[in-house]
Nanobody
């Protein structure tokens, strides 16, 4: 089983930046891809960015050019650098670990609020 803990959320003004971090523990050898998802009030959870164990990345169109996902396998961490933040980026951000042939693991979420 994999445990995920997110950190780095907070309140930021439009145009500002935040860096989210997700620390993985437990059966980390079983992790394949990892990703960041977000859920705004009244909306469904959506994919923000994902990265495979080989470093291939994928982004939602709404964050391309502004967000960057990265992974440090030695530290068992995945990061989300968020620049040029907009009010519509406000949401709870969740980290997800994909386990081949297993149930994916989710973190508890971290709140990101973009407001002046």
């Amino acid at each position: 089983q994999v445990q995920l803990v997110e950190s780095g959320g907070g309140l930021v003004q439009p145009g500002g930046s935040l860096r989210l971090s997700c620390a993985a523990s437990g059966s980390i050898f079983s992790i394949d891809a990892m990703g960041w998802y977000r859920q705004a009030p009244g909306k469904q959870r959506e994919l923000v960015a994902a990265i495979t164990s080989g470093g291939v990345t994928n982004y939602a169109d709404s964050v391309k050019g502004r967000f960057t996902i990265s992974r440090d396998n030695a530290k068992n961490r995945v990061y989300l650098q968020m620049n040029s933040l907009k009010p519509e980026d406000t949401a709870v951000y969740y980290c997800k670990a994909v386990i081949p042939f297993g149930v994916p693991s989710w973190g508890q979420g971290t709140q990101v609020t973009v407001s002046s």
